[in-house]
């Protein structure tokens, strides 16, 4: 009984010996802050405390990651958009042209309005959340997208119907050609919209191509 005691601190006198030569820090490079630590022969400096910080710096849609951030992925095999950046370095997951964070926060859209940053058409409407975003439509709403409803006859010409943002807070640019290879195109129509009711301002405009020969092709296009 006794000597089982004895061979047991024993045991532990030997282990705490062999730990002291050995060098352990448990701070990562993915705890953030911390400090710099010396052991023998290593050194470790922490995500916050290296020199320069962390930091990221812009040039255009370009980001550079200062220091140990975004240096590699644990899912490499993680590529929502296949465009051979793993979505965790990736500054837009489903390439529709706005970055995660703008989807995430909803601060591409007014009212603000969050987004699946995985998916480039939240509502499945056949307009990317990016193109919903610029003609200022509901990305959650497959009936509300810019698009020519309805052309008709009537007015003194051809009506031409589209549906809009309203409150006269995008430009509209109706087009009209009477081919699509062999003529130019003409504009029938340069201007903002208004009415509807907030907070998306839905309204259905039209414009009437009163030229003798009517086109046979139209197109509406909003300007940023």
């Known amino acids: 009984m006794n000597?089982?005691?004895?061979?047991?601190?024993?045991?532990?006198?030997?282990?705490?010996?062999?730990?002291?030569?050995?060098?352990?820090?448990?701070?990562?490079?993915?705890?953030?802050?911390?400090?710099?630590?010396?052991?023998?022969?290593?050194?470790h400096w922490s995500s916050g405390a290296q020199p320069g910080g962390i930091r990221i710096s812009w040039a255009g849609a370009t980001a550079n990651f200062a220091g140990?951030?975004?240096?590699?992925?644990?899912?490499?095999?993680?590529?929502t958009d296949g465009d051979g950046l793993p979505d965790e370095v990736?500054?837009?997951?489903?390439?529709d042209g706005l970055a995660d964070v703008t989807e995430l926060e909803g601060t591409g859209?007014?009212?603000?309005?969050?987004t699946d940053h995985n998916n480039s058409d939240s509502d499945g409407d056949g307009m990317s959340d990016g193109v919903e975003s610029l003609s200022g439509?509901?990305?959650?709403?497959?009936?509300?997208y810019l698009r020519i409803v309805q052309i008709a006859e009537g007015g003194g010409g051809?009506?031409?119907?589209?549906?809009?943002?309203?409150?006269?807070?995008?430009?509209?640019v109706v087009k009209a050609r009477t081919n699509l290879l062999l003529s130019a195109h003409e504009v029938i129509f340069s201007n903002t919209v208004g009415g509807g009711v907030?907070?998306?301002?839905?309204?259905?405009?039209?414009?009437?191509?009163?030229?003798?020969?009517?086109a046979e092709f139209y197109h509406v296009e909003v300007v940023p």
Do not use: C, I
């Not at 532990?12 to 802050?33: E, I, K, N, P, W």
């Not at 140990?68 to 590529?79: E, I, R, S």
């Not at 859209?109 to 969050?114: A, L």
């Open 68 to 79: 140990y951030l975004q240096t590699f992925a644990m899912q490499p095999g993680k590529d």
């Open 198 to 214: 907030a907070p998306w301002y839905e309204v259905t405009n039209s414009v009437t191509d009163a030229t003798a020969v009517p």
């Open 109 to 114: 859209f007014s009212p603000n309005t969050v």
């Open 137 to 144: 439509s509901n990305p959650n709403n497959s009936n509300l």
């Open 3 to 43: 000597r089982s005691v004895l061979f047991g601190l024993g045991f532990l006198a030997m282990s705490s010996l062999d730990s002291s030569a050995q060098y352990s820090h448990r701070s990562t490079v993915h705890d953030g802050f911390g400090d710099r630590s010396t052991g023998g022969p290593y050194t």
């Open 158 to 172: 051809r009506q031409v119907f589209w549906q809009a943002r309203g409150n006269h807070e995008r430009k509209y």
């Open 90 to 95: 990736d500054l837009d997951n489903d390439n």
